[in-house]
């Protein structure tokens, strides 16, 4: 495998969504929305309420805490969990375009038929949609911490972010959910022949963050170790698979033959 060759289809791809406004306006929308509208909507309302009363906690508020601290605390996790949702969602965009819009666009052909190897043509266009994702969800990330920071500090006296699940979050989980999304994503959009289509099935990538997501919020599952490490492996896992899979059926033939 060429890393150059790798990079140069990944260049391209992330050169491609400066000229796709509904991309772009979706890869600066989004993250905005989750670094400033969710801790303004969810955290501010309860930092400035009165304290509530201990027999009336949401499931997912923390023990051993004030009562209006472990809600906050709570919510502050709420918002860091919700993040594994931007890196599941922006490459479901980038990636499941890569093969069918450049297909109706007849920019495909010509790199099909280019020397690459199918190994460098997948992961240079999952580079293509993993780079930005990232990017935007530390970039959003950085927000949302700030925020959060500003409006609990009077409450804890310290700050609450980041702290050790939101480092979880950053630096395993999100990379894993954003490569499950994109492999995922790749093999949709390269065997079905409409932008739409691909784009639809595309979001299906984000079920196991929402399937967890709704887990914590109804307190089914708490964030120990064991749940982090065990959903960890489980990301991990879907994430070879689908690319093993996307490697294994993906037939540039048939796209170049049959696709019109």
Known sequence: MRPDRVWEIARKDMASVRRHKYVLYGL????????IFIPMASIYP???SEEPLDNKLPPF??????PKQAVVTGLANMAVLMFMFLPAAIPSTIASYTFVGEKVNRQLEP????????LELLIGKGLGAFVPAMAATFASFAGLVAIVDVLTFPLFGYLLLPNLISAVVLLVYAPLVCLLSVSWSIFISSKVS???AAMQLGIVGIAPVLL????????IVSLEWMTLVAFGLVLASASAGLFALSKATFQREEILTKWR
Do not use: K
Not at 28 to 35: N, Y
Not at 111 to 118: G, N, S
């Open 28 to 35: 600066i929308g989004i993250p905005l929305i989750f670094a």
């Open 46 to 48: 309860v930092v400035t």
């Open 61 to 66: 508020a923390q023990p051993g805490m004030a």
């Open 111 to 118: 790199l099909l038929a280019t020397p690459t190897t199918d």
């Open 194 to 196: 409409d932008v739409r």
């Open 212 to 219: 967890f997501y709704f887990l914590f919020m109804g307190g």
